[in-house]
């Protein structure tokens, strides 16, 4: 027996692990999202829509055929027309080249694209809405007819653009954005034979289903010519191959003829112009309640794609009308996707007569607009990091009337609280009719056991329990919140070496935390204690002597934490270079070295000798490194300095300073060494940057092309390498 864990997840895109719950999410009445981790590890996302339950639309990418974009654009454009859109899935399989669906599409009873041929709508079955809006699932083709001179013909597509030969397809201003006719025949096997015809009507062509356009034949092509012009108010047809010359025989220019398109049930024949809604799928997973075995699946599909672990979309309706959706992620650890057969399995398991599988892999999205709240997210994860550009898609919009009359409240920030603590509740509202509402727009009342302004409340001074009563219209929500004076950890200056001067004073920042959450300790809570050669009140410490190492400590909520000082210590030389290990690097310069020199020196007995030629550098920049591993600066600093002894011409000189978390900060030291003699240079460096930072390197690195292979051998010399605190 299959393990499920359920999940409510967070809002906004699921970037955080989630918490356990047994409750679920209703996103409006009638509706219920939820999340669940099957052992595998799988992440199955499920909406459940009962009968009924609002309006079911379709999305085209950018309204036109051949064209691909986001769910979340797709969708966002009927939000901005007005729609309250509940939920949002990617839909049909594509040509990834031009964004054609590979079945057919309805939307508001009005005929987009055909299968490519009757038989496919056997491949690829349909996902549909009927004129009494119920949704159905089944085959179902489109089949046009067009009347001119002569037999009715069949017109075999609509807007699709490929195996045309011996076919006649009609095309409207939805086939592509540039409203001119693009035919794909690459192995030129049929396009050299045809012919098209343009034909005009007294307004734009719509296509409802089983609604007889009247046109006139307005240009005969008797050869095919590419580019032509689909007109405003007309549609095109091109016929290819054998049904050439009947197309020419039957369109007569300046003729008056009419076209139209009937769907048709494929099971049944039934004739189907009711349907107001339809998007093709895949393939079937279940058919009369059972599930596709791996031998069905492989019959009209590839077997590798049926076995391999992908993202998964499926959805699938229950007997009674409710319609089941399924999102399954795949390439992240805590879910690697499904086989077509797991997911035939699964959502048979929920209850469905019924179900068909959408485009899945990096395709697989799903949007929910959360309980309570007014926007649609998308609340998996993309195969692809991002939201991939699709074909078209299928929405859930509510048709409930708002009430704006609050009916449930819910409530987050009601985490552990510390003593003394202020937080402001953050509320979702839900109305009568199970539509969210805009908090901002509505006055809450709070009743409580301690200290509460608005929506914001204090904890009192004392560990026990914060309770209060939540009151918004009709609705009312008990909110109990535990208070504890213990703190889980407890740090004062991120623990860095604080370095003073004698009189110097500092405000230290304390940082503390119960669980996860960092809060704020009062000031009544913390108890303060200063080593010899200190003073501190109320965290504000003073140096009152004039060198020396020291501590302050700091206790709160059952924890100490101590902070060391250095007081007096404003200079320290890293490195004299008298003596220690030193290399030169560079992927680009070969010719320059580095050695210890009696010869030149500031101070002591010795100085670094840099000597280069630029004759070995023949590529990018002359970036020429020197590297020590003793380079350490123990405490926060200030500065970095250098001694340098200019020849007059070396290039740029820099550092490179990591610091304890890892960081990598590039300092200047000058703009060009164009001096001669001694000369101290310096750069700034953080006090914020974590210590202790390593010094990687000290470097020259020369960006004039023009010296690139030049011979000539020259010195700079280097000096006490010190840092400033």
């Not at 089949?143 to 009715?152: L, M, Q, V, W």
């Not at 009674?320 to 996707?337: E, M, N, P, W």
Request: glycine share 10%.
């Amino acid at each position: 027996m299959v393990k499920k864990n359920k999940w409510v997840v967070p809002f906004a895109v699921m970037a955080l692990a989630v918490s356990p719950t047994v409750s679920a999410e209703q996103p409006a009445r009638g509706v219920t999202y939820e999340v669940e981790d099957v052992t595998g590890p799988k992440r199955v996302q499920s909406v459940t829509v009962s009968a009924g339950t609002g309006r079911w639309v379709t999305t085209k990418a950018r309204d036109k055929v051949l064209a691909t974009e986001t769910i979340p654009s797709q969708a966002k454009r009927y939000v901005d027309k007005g729609h309250r859109v509940v939920a949002a899935i990617n839909g049909d399989m594509y040509r990834v080249a031009t964004g054609l669906p590979i079945g057919l599409q309805i939307q508001e009873n009005r005929a987009l694209v055909s299968h490519t041929v009757k038989e496919s709508a056997l491949k690829f079955p349909s996902f549909t809405v009927g004129g009494s809006g119920r949704p159905e699932i089944g085959s179902y083709a489109m089949i046009g007819t067009f009347s001119g001179d002569g037999n009715p013909l069949m017109i075999h597509s609509l807007n699709r653009n490929e195996s045309l030969n011996n076919r006649i397809a009609l095309f409207t201003r939805a086939h592509n954005a540039s409203g001119r006719l693009a035919i794909l025949d690459p192995e030129k096997s049929f396009i050299d034979n045809g012919a098209l015809v343009v034909l005009e009507a007294d307004a734009p062509v719509e296509l409802p289903l089983g609604g007889t356009v009247e046109a006139k034949v307005k240009a005969v092509y008797p050869s095919y010519e590419s580019g032509i012009e689909i007109p405003q108010n007309g549609v095109v047809l091109a016929a290819f191959g054998t049904v050439r010359e009947r197309l020419l025989f039957a369109a007569l220019e300046g003729e008056e003829v009419s076209f139209r398109f009937d769907l048709r049930d494929m099971t049944t024949l039934a004739l189907r112009n009711d349907v107001k809604e339809a998007i093709s799928s895949y393939n079937w997973l279940v058919r009369e309640g059972q599930a596709q075995t791996l031998a069905q699946l492989s019959e009209q599909h590839d077997k590798y794609v049926m076995t391999a672990l992908k993202a998964r979309t499926a959805i699938g309706l229950k007997a009674d009308g409710t319609v089941k959706i399924l999102s399954v992620d795949q390439g992240k650890s805590f879910s690697r996707g499904m086989t077509m057969m797991e997911l035939a399995n699964r959502i048979r398991d929920e209850g469905v007569v019924d179900a068909i599988a959408l485009d899945g892999g990096g395709s697989t999205e799903l949007m929910v607009r959360r309980e309570g709240v007014l926007g649609l997210a998308t609340v998996n994860y993309p195969a692809d990091g991002r939201s991939r550009s699709v074909t078209n898609g299928l929405l859930l919009t509510s048709t409930a009337r708002p009430t704006g009359i609050a009916e449930r409240i819910q409530v987050s920030g009601t985490e552990t609280m510390y003593i003394g603590e202020k937080r402001t509740l953050g509320v979702k509202l839900v109305d009568t009719a199970g539509e969210p509402i805009d908090p901002r727009t509505k006055t809450f009342r709070l009743s409580n056991s301690g200290t509460a302004s608005g929506l914001t409340l204090a904890a009192p001074l004392k560990p026990g329990t914060w309770r209060g009563t939540l009151a918004v219209d009709s609705a009312r929500k008990t909110v109990t919140i535990p208070v504890t004076d213990r703190l889980t950890s407890l740090s004062v200056n991120a623990g860095q070496t604080l370095l003073l001067k004698r009189g110097e004073k500092r405000k230290l920042t304390l940082s503390a935390k119960v669980g996860t959450r960092t809060v704020t300790v009062p000031g009544s809570a913390v108890s303060w204690t200063a080593g010899s050669g200190l003073t501190v009140k109320d965290g504000l410490v003073t140096a009152v002597k004039s060198s020396g190492t020291s501590k302050v400590t700091v206790s709160a909520g059952g924890k100490t934490a101590e902070l060391p000082v250095l007081i007096g210590k404003t200079n320290e030389v890293i490195d004299s270079f008298e003596k220690g290990k030193y290399s030169a690097v560079s992927p680009y310069v070969s010719s320059y070295r580095v050695e210890l020199s009696d010869k030149v020196k500031k101070s002591g007995m010795k100085s670094m000798a840099f000597i280069y030629s630029y004759s070995g550098w023949k590529s990018a920049n002359g970036a020429m490194y020197i590297k020590s591993p003793g380079w350490v600066i123990k405490y926060p600093a200030r500065s970095i300095s250098l001694d340098v002894y200019g020849d007059k011409k070396a290039p740029w000189l820099r550092t490179v300073v990591r610091d304890a978390a890892g960081k990598a900060h590039t300092v200047d030291l000058a703009r060009r060494v164009d001096w001669s003699g001694w000369r101290t240079v310096s750069g700034k460096l953080d006090p914020a940057w974590k210590a202790p930072l390593r010094v990687e390197s000290v470097y020259f690195v020369e960006t004039d092309a023009k010296k690139r292979g030049k011979s000539g051998e020259s010195r700079v010399y280097l000096d006490r390498l010190s840092v400033q605190y």
